[in-house]
Nanobody
Framework: QVQLVESGGGLVQAGGSLRLSCAAS????????VGWFRQAPGKEREFVAA????????SYADSGKGRFTVSRDNAKHTVDLQMHSLILEAPAVYSC????????????????WGPGPQVTVPS
């Protein structure tokens, strides 16, 4: 079993950068891909980025390509989402999830989710 906790976020200006982190527990963490999702008020949750268990494969939504970078450190059990050139828009809540592959995560199929939306960008 994998447990996830999100952190990071905060106040950001247009064009600024922000780094989110997803900390995981569980011996099989490196077996899971991890994805980031965002949900704006009144909108459905949407895929942002994902990374495979070994870190060799990444996937991004078109909106984040060239601006976002997802990375992981399996020794530390963390997956980070570095965001650059942020665009001011309606605040969205970011959450992370663990799943079998970046392909499944991209369509929202996951096995574990963080405990609840805890990171809001921008605030």
């Amino acid at each position: 079993q994998v447990q996830l906790v999100e952190s990071g976020g905060g106040l950001v200006q247009a064009g600024g950068s922000l780094r989110l982190s997803c900390a995981a527990s569980g011996r099989t963490f490196s077996s899971y891909g991890v994805g980031w999702f965002r949900q704006a008020p009144g909108k459905e949750r949407e895929f942002v980025a994902a990374i495979s268990g070994g870190g060799g494969t990444t996937s991004y939504a078109d909106s984040g390509k060239g601006r976002f970078t997802v990375s992981r450190d399996n020794a530390k059990h963390t997956v980070d989402l570095q965001m650059h050139s942020l665009i001011l828009e309606a605040p969205a809540v970011y959450s992370c999830a663990a799943g079998s592959s970046t392909t499944s995560l991209r369509v929202g199929v996951s096995d574990y989710w963080g405990p609840g939306p805890q990171v809001t960008v921008p605030s």
